[in-house]
């Protein structure tokens, strides 16, 4: 099993910046593939950003391609996704996701989930 815990969101102005981490746990959750999704008011979840298992390997939404960033510190049980240039549509809850193979891009294609954290980005 893989367990999961965001944090790291908040209040932002557009233009700015946040860094989200995802602490991961589980004896085997080093192998998997993670990833972000959100999900704004409204709106169904959809995916963000996936990191291949050993970081060699980054998949991006057009939406957020060139402002965010995802990457792992496998050593220190961690998963980030560091956000710039925020827009007001960035505004969402972030979920960590973990899932056994890479590329996925599909809610249900994932197998665990952290609670999520809130984005909130003002004009």
């Known amino acids: 099993q893989v367990q999961l815990v965001e944090s790291g969101g908040g209040l932002v102005q557009a233009g700015g910046s946040l860094r989200l981490s995802c602490a991961a746990s589980?004896?085997?959750?080093?192998?998997?593939?993670m990833a972000w999704f959100r999900q704004g008011p409204g709106k169904e979840r959809e995916f963000v950003a996936a990191i291949r298992w050993n970081g060699a390997s980054t998949v991006y939404a057009d939406s957020v391609k060139g402002r965010f960033t995802i990457s792992r510190d496998n050593a220190k049980n961690m998963v980030y996704l560091q956000m710039n240039s925020l827009k007001p549509e960035d505004t969402a809850v972030y979920y960590c996701?973990?899932?056994?193979?890479?590329?996925?891009?599909?809610?249900?294609?994932?197998?665990?989930w952290g609670q999520g954290t809130q984005v909130t980005v003002s004009s």
């Open positions: 996701a973990a899932d056994a193979q890479f590329p996925r891009f599909r809610r249900e294609e994932y197998d665990y």
């Open positions: 589980g004896r085997t959750w080093r192998s998997y593939a």
